[in-house]
Nanobody, 131 residues
Framework: QVQLVESGGGSVQAGGSLRLSCAAS????????MGWFRQAPGKEREGVAA????????YYADSVKGRFTISQDTAKNTVYLQMNSLKPEDTAMYYC????????????????????????WGQGTQVTVSS
């Protein structure tokens, strides 16, 4: 049974930091793309960051570059999202996603950002940033 379990959300003031975790189980963790996505009320889901679990290559949305860092602990099958300098516009439900068949994050004609081809999704963790 595939499980992606997120944790680490909460409420912070603008400028603060949070660290999200996503523990994966039930599928082959290595050599596939794992991503963080977010969705705010009334808005479409958007990609935040992704990591290729095989080699550690990372990818970021322009809106979070320089503020967020995605990383992994392969021994724990866990991906992290360190979020610094948080802004009120970062407020959203954050989801991690993966798929054992998604062996690239970026390829000709494909990019992780839209969330397509991610078959496994966590339950989400809420991040609220107040001004």
């Amino acid at each position: 049974q595939v499980q992606l379990v997120e944790s680490g959300g909460g409420s912070v003031q603008a400028g603060g930091s949070l660290r999200l975790s996503c523990a994966a189980s039930g599928y082959t963790y290595s050599s596939n793309c794992m991503g963080w996505f977010r969705q705010a009320p009334g808005k479409e889901r958007e990609g935040v960051a992704a990591i290729y679990t095989g080699g550690g290559s990372t990818y970021y949305a322009d809106s979070v570059k320089g503020r967020f860092t995605i990383s992994q602990d392969t021994a724990k099958n866990t991906v992290y999202l360190q979020m610094n300098s948080l802004k009120p516009e970062d407020t959203a439900m954050y989801y991690c996603a993966a798929d054992s068949l998604l062996t690239v994050c970026v390829d000709a004609g494909y990019t992780w950002y839209q969330g397509a081809d991610f078959g496994y999704w966590g339950q989400g963790t809420q991040v609220t940033v107040s001004s």
